[in-house]
T-cell receptor, first 113, second 109 residues
Framework: DAGVTQSPTHLIKTRGQQVTLRCSPK?????VSWYQQALGQGPQFIFQYYEEEERQRGNFPDRFSGHQFPNYSSELNVNALLLGDSALYLC????????????FGPGTRLTVT | GQQVMQIPQYQHVQEGEDFTTYCNSSTTLSNIQWYKQRPGGHPVFLIQ?????EVKKQKRLTFQFGEAKKNSSLHITATQTTDVGTYFC?????????FGAGTTVTVRA
């Protein structure tokens, strides 16, 4: 049973560029959440997707957008990259039911120069 | 907005000793979850507490949820080197999980 997978593992971009990160949820999960984790900090909630719609959003600008596909996989897009966007981006999947425990992927390390 | 505070930020423990990490939310929570992140790794789910005053144990780990559902604690007894890592609490309101900054635990053998 494959867990949550994310690609790419590492990414280096220049300020102003755009980036797309990808996530495949754990088998049987239909809900995907994205988090940004800066060094030495806890994960910060970006948004959650369920049934191909954004169900809830954290305090992130519109430069951060996402998508969920019919197979429950998801993408995170960040436009007009800033140096401050450098972080570990974590995808977490859950079943969407009451248990709601999050299974995290290994993350994508984004560096903006 | 909702804030989750965690103390202490760092905990240096002698192997075999006990310690406790505390979590406080500015708002009432639907539930609280605890995660552990090893250096270089990703957060791994430990437990979820839902009911007011709930207490759950996992071997040497004891988790509590406050009566007002705004605070929680994790107590580890007889700390081992395998306990090294950062422990995060995460409070849930609606579908959003708000993580604390974590308590980073190091163990002296």
């Amino acid at each position: 049973d494959a867990g949550v997978t994310q690609s790419p593992t590492h990414l280096i971009k220049t300020r102003g560029q755009q980036v797309t990160l990808r996530c495949s949820p754990k088998s049987g999960h239909d809900t995907v959440s994205w988090y940004q984790q800066a060094l030495g900090q806890g994960p910060q909630f970006i948004f959650q997707y369920y049934e191909e719609e954004e169900r809830q959003r954290g305090n992130f600008p519109d430069r951060f957008s996402g998508h969920q596909f019919p197979n429950y996989s998801s993408e995170l897009n960040v436009n007009a990259l800033l140096l401050g966007d450098s972080a570990l981006y974590l995808c977490a999947s859950s079943s969407g039911g009451p248990a709601y425990e999050q299974y995290f992927g290994p993350g994508t390390r984004l560096t903006v120069t | 907005g909702q804030q989750v505070m965690q103390i202490p930020q760092y905990q240096h423990v002698q192997e075999g000793e006990d310690f406790t990490t505390y979590c406080n939310s500015s708002t009432t929570l639907s539930n609280i979850q605890w995660y552990k992140q090893r250096p270089g790794g990703h957060p791994v789910f430990l437990i979820q507490l839902v009911k007011s005053g709930e207490v759950k144990k996992q071997k040497r780990l004891t988790f509590q949820f406050g009566e007002a559902k705004k605070n929680s604690s994790l107590h580890i007894t007889a700390t081992q080197t395998t306990d090294v890592g950062t422990y995060f609490c995460a409070g849930r309101v609606d579908y959003k999980l708000s993580f604390g900054a974590g308590t980073t635990v190091t163990v002296r053998a």
